[in-house]
């Protein structure tokens, strides 16, 4: 049985988790020390408390057609660990600032920003002096 399903990333939840509270969506049949056990071992943190949320499902229409259906409901965890240890998914990347020099010699600060995934966003804070500015056209063709 799989306990863990996904952690719960949004806003309110990485707010939790900066003082020791993570959310995850868990099996239904999961309890509370079943939960603690397995965040503590894939996690290597020292599980103190686990609080469990029922969600039932909602029902909804859909747009075109004048049916409803019903979402299936789910499970919450929150986990409160130790005071001082962190579970490496739910921290908040940092900005590197990076100097990169272009063709002319200029240079160019940027700020580097990694997603939760580990995936690279990359901001321009100064853009190059002299360079024309990009505009893309949409030509439609046709008789």
Do not use: C, W
């Amino acid at each position: 049985m799989i306990v863990l399903r996904r952690p719960v990333i949004t806003e309110k939840s990485m707010k939790l988790a900066q003082n020791g509270l993570y959310t995850f969506v868990v099996d239904k049949d999961a309890t509370k020390p079943v939960v603690a056990k397995e965040v503590a071992e894939r996690f290597k943190v020292k599980v103190l408390e686990v609080k469990i949320v029922n969600i039932s499902g909602k029902e909804k229409s859909q747009k075109r057609v004048r049916k409803t259906f019903e979402t299936k409901g789910v499970k919450k965890a929150l986990v409160q660990v130790k005071k001082g240890e962190k579970i490496a998914l739910f921290e908040t990347p940092k900005e590197e600032e990076v100097t990169v020099t272009t063709a002319e010699g200029e240079h160019i600060n940027i700020k580097e920003k990694k997603d939760i995934l580990g995936r690279t966003k990359v901001k321009v804070e100064k853009s190059a002096v002299g360079a024309a500015p990009t505009t893309q056209r949409k030509v439609i063709t046709g008789k």
